[in-house]
């Protein structure tokens, strides 16, 4: 099992910047990769960021690339999403995933952070 709690959410204008932390807890010696997904008020779950935990390898949805940066701690359990130039569109509950093992293993969700851009 694995736990994973997410922090720095709240309230920004546009244009401003955030930064959102997931750590991880138990059996994290496993873990595959890490993931943050944004829902939005009455729209699915969207990916928008993902790295991989063993090489640092990244991927990003077009929505975001160029304005968030994925970045992990290794040694603190930690993955962080760095987000600038919000819009009012970045508004929503963000989520970070763990897969542990391989690319096909057991997935772990946060209870996720709420991320509100005003205009």
């Known amino acids: 099992q694995v736990q994973l709690v997410e922090s720095g959410g709240g309230l920004v204008q546009a244009g401003g910047s955030l930064r959102l932390s997931c750590a991880a807890s138990?059996?994290?010696?496993?873990?595959?990769?890490m993931t943050w997904f944004r829902q939005a008020p009455g729209k699915e779950r969207e990916f928008l960021a993902g790295?991989?935990?063993?090489?640092?390898?990244?991927s990003y949805a077009d929505s975001v690339k160029g304005r968030f940066t994925i970045s992990r701690d290794n040694a603190k359990n930690t993955v962080y999403l760095q987000m600038n130039s919000l819009k009012p569109e970045d508004t929503g509950v963000y989520y970070c995933?763990?897969?542990?093992?391989?690319?096909?293993?057991?997935?772990?969700w946060g209870q996720g952070t709420q991320v509100t851009v005003s205009s």
């Open positions: 138990g059996r994290t010696f496993s873990m595959y990769a």
């Open positions: 790295i991989t935990w063993s090489d640092g390898s990244t």
């Open positions: 995933r763990a897969r542990v093992g391989t690319q096909f293993g057991n997935r772990y």
